[in-house]
């Protein structure tokens, strides 16, 4: 199985973005990590995918994930592919047809994950393990860098692993050198890391710090 460190660019200074994914991805960490909001899904908008497409220019090679936290998320799905982005998740609780939302991002050639907030249950997304390609287990409530960690939700991440040994689990959300090995050890296998990269002085040897941390 293998380990993914996923920085996500949601709390780092705008002014010098280009800068910093530069700097994580030369540090090793290989997924840049997109969140985005439309402020009804949850209550804060951050960026679209002409956002993306700019990031993009400046890291062709970097694979991008897309963390749509938006109603309708399949309306979405076109702009984000063609911004660049090779995995886009979606949350259970805003696809009414999640199955068939996956299924149609994977005929787009791209890879579908599912992500579930901290109340909703594995069973939701029992159905759909076989047509994506990782769940998402949020372990804050979606919406705000720098939260606390929620360490219940890893209890799902423990279910899914029983059920698919070999499936991507991601968790998001208060994520550190203090709760990642937590959650590896229940199972997850990406790591989406935020506010500790960002506020991290020095933040090559930070990447490298969790690199080494996942083995
Ligand atoms: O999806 C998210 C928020 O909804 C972010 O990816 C997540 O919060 C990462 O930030 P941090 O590491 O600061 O918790
Ligand atoms: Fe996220």
Redesign the pocket.
């Known amino acids: 199985m293998k380990h993914s460190l996923a920085p ?1 660019i ?2 780092f200074d705008l002014t010098n973005l280009h800068e910093s994914v530069r700097t994580f991805l030369a540090a090793g960490a290989g997924i840049v ?1 997109l ?1 985005v ?1 439309d402020g009804q899904f ?1 209550p804060p908008i951050t960026f679209g995918d002409s956002y993306v497409r700019a990031l993009r220019s400046i890291v062709p090679q970097a694979f991008f994930e897309a ?1 749509l ?1 938006t109603l309708s998320p399949e309306r979405h799905f076109e702009a984000f592919a063609e911004a660049g982005c090779g995995r886009i998740l979606f949350h259970a609780e805003a696809g009414v047809h999640s199955y068939r939302h996956c299924q149609t991002l994977q005929s787009m050639g791209v890879e579908a994950g599912i992500a579930i907030n901290p109340g909703t249950p594995v069973e939701s997304v029992v159905e759909l393990l076989d047509v994506v390609s990782l769940v998402l287990v ?10 606390s ?1 929620i360490s219940s939700a890893l209890e799902k991440v423990r279910r899914i692993r029983e059920l698919r040994p070999e499936l991507n689990i991601e968790v ?5 050198p203090k709760t990642l090995p937590i959650a590896q050890a229940a199972g997850a296998n990406v790591f ?7 506020k991290a002085p020095d933040l090559t040897a930070a990447v490298r710090g969790l690199m080494e941390q996942m083995g």
Request: hydrophobic share 40%; glycine share 18%; net charge negative.
């Open positions: 996500s949601l709390s990590h969140d909001m949850v963390h936290m949020m372990t804050v409530n979606p919406g705000w860098g720098g939260q960690f998001d959300g208060g994520i550190d989406v890391v935020g506010s500790y990269l960002a």
